[in-house]
């Protein structure tokens, strides 16, 4: 198929990427020429594991290319999707949908007869049937073009593998011709045994928005037990063992640490309580207020512990930062974790030195007050604290006894329990994590 793809941030570039690598004719389209040039000659304007590789291949093929014209892609594409960003509305809680509505608007008056719009980007529910309404006062009322919703499910780290192997596909198809059309698009996850679920518009709105607040709710709730933990003495990591053994609950994402930051989850799930109140039924995600509030909370604790741990004062500390990214695999420094608390110890009079093996550059354009380091021994160079904030796999195969060895007093708070305890303790150093007062 003809397929475009508007908007080459994270989604839409590798959605692309992937369309083109199962063998689709791909344009991509963006308003940012700088963007543009750099996916055309191949350069990644972000890090995403094996996306580099997918990128120069399907250019190569020339199934993939790029351009910034809707006009173009009004007159190339069969099938076009809206990849673009729904930030947090400024002074708000909504989601700002002025790209949506931008990108709908200005494809309009260029699309071809029978076209297919098809949203992946996360919005309210009830944006699709607006849209709709905008398209048919748009476009001609003999132009049959509808509009889909089929919303992404990527996880920054793994987003290749999850457009190209799925765990489940849903679709908003406002008919059986439509939803024809992206059996066709996506026939080779179909044909691997990727589960297909065709509903109506709303419920494939509200899938992701309710997947991420679901998410977001697990995470907080061990959260929540692991300050429960602290107060008694317990071990949130032998307890989360414990529960996750039961079917109904699962060990996956039951990780007490420092909490969820990145692009999608804390805008979303705000946004989600947004449109709850615009509907007039806001009580029944009041518990997201509290979610939210959680997650905030544990930032403040880590930057509470490393207060106590260096004798009740920040002021002329020096404290290394080990990551910046929200999470790791990823350069992607949207509302992190690891640096609002790198922030928040400097201006309690630390010198913060920050170390992430991608998220330097973006970190330093965030925040340019911190300093960066490029090597972790750098970054840990006559420290009086370490913070472990983003779980690379590279700082769990720190050596402690070497790390030792180059800073002022060997203590690390491991904010995302990933360290060994008994291996860190046995080469000399104090060190805490969350919820772990019996570890």
Same mark, same amino acid.
């Given at each position: ?13 590798? !959605? ?63 099938? !076009? ?31 071809? !007869? ?34 889909? @919703? ?223 380091? !490029? ?16 779980? @690379? ?30 291996? @860190? ?15």
């Amino acid at each position: 198929m003809r397929i475009t793809v508007i908007g080459t941030g994270y989604l839409g570039a590798v !959605h692309a990427a992937c369309m083109a690598e199962i063998g689709h004719d791909v344009l991509g389209v963006d308003v940012d020429a700088a963007k543009i040039e750099a996916l055309a000659d191949g350069r990644p304007p972000f890090y995403e594991p094996g996306f580099s590789e997918v990128l120069t291949r399907t250019l190569e093929s020339g199934r993939l290319r790029f351009t910034t014209s809707l006009a173009e892609a009004g007159e190339f594409g069969e099938v !076009h999707f809206v990849c673009v960003g729904t930030p947090q509305l400024s002074g708000g809680h909504g989601a700002d949908l002025r790209h949506v509505n931008a990108v709908v608007h200005g494809l309009a008056p260029h699309l071809q !007869h029978g076209a297919l719009i098809v949203g992946k980007s996360t919005v309210p529910v009830g944006t699709s049937a607006a849209l709709t309404a905008d398209l048919a006062r748009l476009t001609p009322a003999d132009a049959e073009i509808e509009l889909a @919703w089929n919303p992404e499910f990527l996880r920054e780290g793994f987003a290749v593998q999850d457009t190209l192997r799925p765990d489940r596909l849903v679709v908003g198809a406002p008919s059986t011709r439509a939803d024809g059309i992206l059996r066709e698009l996506y026939a080779p996850m179909l044909e691997a045994g990727v589960p297909y679920i065709c509903t109506d518009l709303s419920t494939a709105e509200l899938v992701k928005v309710s997947a991420n607040a679901f998410l977001a709710t697990k995470i907080s709730f061990i959260n929540a037990i692991a300050e429960i933990c602290d107060a008694t003495g317990a071990d949130v990591v032998t307890l989360a063992d414990a529960i996750g053994h039961d079917t109904r609950i699962g060990r996956r994402f039951l990780s007490a640490g420092l909490g969820f930051g990145g692009g999608c989850l804390p805008k979303d799930i705000r946004a989600f309580m947004a449109r709850a109140n615009e509907l007039g039924v806001g009580q029944a995600l009041e518990f997201l207020a509290d979610v939210d509030e959680i997650n905030m909370r544990r930032r403040h604790r880590v930057v509470e512990m490393a207060r106590q741990l260096v004798g009740g004062s920040l002021l002329g500390r020096n404290v290394a930062v080990l990551g910046a990214a929200f999470k790791p695999d990823s350069d992607d420094v949207r509302d992190s974790p690891a640096l609002h608390v790198a922030a928040a110890i400097r201006l309690q009079g630390a010198a913060v030195r920050v170390h992430d093996p991608k998220a330097i550059d973006n970190a330093r354009t965030a925040h340019p007050s911190l300093d960066y380091a !490029h090597e972790v021994s750098k970054a840990c160079e006559n420290a009086d604290l370490v913070l472990h904030l983003t779980e @690379w796999q590279e700082y769990r195969e720190l050596d402690p006894a070497a790390l030792g060895k180059v800073v002022r007093q060997p203590r690390i708070i491991d904010a995302r329990n990933a360290l060994h305890l008994d291996r @860190w303790r046995s080469a000399n150093w104090t060190i805490r994590g969350l919820g772990r007062a019996a570890a």
